[in-house]
């Protein structure tokens, strides 16, 4: 028994490893390809080591292209986003969680099946109404539909709704509002979930390429996967220098995951539980 119990620990760990190499091959060939020469990008067979490593892909995409512009836009647009996405759907899931009202199922069930609406189909009435505020071609334009986020809401109403009431209570008894529960009560105790959802919505709003690129005509303001797909010509395209550019747009979500992981993993697994 203990033979067999081994022998499928190790064909599902030989497994897995062998997705996570199947898995590992585009990210590697992203590297092989942001070094190589344009002359080597498309010999055969394919030279999955360069024999001459060439840097000239990540000088041309600091020089060609308005890279730091279009980074320092993305970086702008995705934190506001976040912040302001878990701002609001967290007093929104507060008050799912804890307050009692008429038609509050409903209400809920209907919010929920929202969801299923894909953006394509809300971007033009979003568009338009953006368009009579004067938002078009602007930073605000890209951030205000972050207020609303369906699927942020969920998960912190899911979460909020098993914190005992006695801690609100108690709370209250000592004289604190509504305002000041939440903000000192609920949100210290959803730590673990809205750090998750900081990860996610960050990748999300990092990157997006549709809305972006409704909204912003401006190549001053564009992000960062609106300029990378600007790369892309009808008669050419230099595949090193697009490597290297997804590549360096690789590393904020690198550098957030990596500072946030512990919460990220242990939210989802209490979310899974939930």
Same mark, same amino acid.
């Given at each position: 028994m203990n033979k067999n119990l081994r022998l499928k620990n190790y064909t599902v760990i030989f497994i897995l490893m062998g997705i996570t190499l199947v898995s590992l091959i585009p990210f590697f060939w992203m590297i092989s390809t942001s070094l190589k020469d344009s002359g080597a990008i498309m010999s055969i067979p394919i030279e999955w080591i360069p024999k001459e490593v060439s840097f000239d892909s990540y000088v041309k995409i600091f020089t060609k292209i308005p890279f730091l512009k279009s980074l320092g836009n993305s970086i702008l647009i995705t934190l506001f986003s976040t912040v302001i996405t878990i701002l609001s759907s967290s007093m929104a899931a507060f008050v799912f969680a804890k307050f009692d009202f008429k038609f509050k199922k409903l209400l809920f069930t209907l919010y929920l099946a929202s969801m299923m609406i894909p953006i394509q189909v809300t971007g033009i009435p979003?568009?338009?109404? +953006?368009?009579? +505020?004067? +938002?078009?071609n602007t930073y605000l334009g890209v951030i205000m539909p972050s207020v609303f986020n369906v699927f942020a809401i969920f998960l912190l109403r899911q979460y909020m709704t098993n914190i005992p009431d006695a801690y609100i209570e108690a709370a209250i008894l000592d004289g604190a509002n509504f305002v000041q529960v939440y903000r000192k009560v609920v949100m210290p105790?959803?730590?673990?979930?809205?750090?998750? +959802?900081?990860?996610i919505n960050f990748m999300n709003y990092w990157n997006d390429y549709f809305w972006p690129l409704i909204v912003?005509?401006?190549p001053d303001k564009m992000t960062l996967p609106v300029i990378l797909s600007k790369m892309n010509s009808q008669y050419a395209t230099e595949y090193n220098t697009l490597m290297a550019g997804a590549l360096v747009s690789l590393v904020p979500i690198l550098i957030v995951y990596a500072f946030s992981q512990k919460y990220f993993i242990q939210g989802l697994q209490e979310g899974g539980i939930k």
């Open positions: 979003i568009f338009i109404i +953006l368009t009579k +505020l004067g +938002l078009t105790m959803s730590t673990i979930p809205l750090t998750t +959802l900081f990860v912003l005509t401006n």
